[in-house]
């Protein structure tokens, strides 16, 4: 079962973005989930993660400007994403966090992709 991310799109350095990330199951509510970004040739990083109390960490790039949230009434985690930079431009996908989960609970899904323009 995959996770549906969505939210991205084409948006100016400087401005906001919001995804969204919607995971099956009721398992959703205990699940580390981690906020991941990929551009060709590059390991998918983690920029972004919550735990199912709510404590959020970020990658040291974003720190700042994206605050990551969730919802476990809706199955949903987001990712806001303010004063984006052409950097950060990449497919973003939600998953657990590997690195207090163990593992990825869930298939990636397709992502979704932001552009930012400088």
């Known amino acids: 079962v995959q996770l549906q991310a969505s939210g991205g799109g084409l948006v100016q350095a400087g401005g906001s973005l919001r995804l969204s990330c919607v995971a099956p199951?009721?398992?959703?509510?205990?699940?580390?989930m981690g906020w991941y970004r990929q551009v060709p040739g590059k390991q998918r990083e983690l920029v972004a993660a919550i735990t199912s109390g709510g404590d959020t960490n970020y990658a040291d790039s974003v720190k700042g400007r994206f605050t990551i949230s969730r919802d476990n009434a809706k199955n949903t985690v987001y990712l806001q994403m303010n004063g984006p930079k052409p950097e950060d431009t990449a497919v973003y996908y939600c998953?657990?966090?590997?690195?207090?989960?163990?593992?990825?609970?869930?298939?990636w899904g397709q992502g979704t992709q932001v552009t930012v323009s400088s």
């Open positions: 998953n657990t966090d590997r690195r207090r989960a163990g593992s990825t609970w869930w298939s």
């Open positions: 199951g009721s398992i959703f509510s205990i699940a580390p």
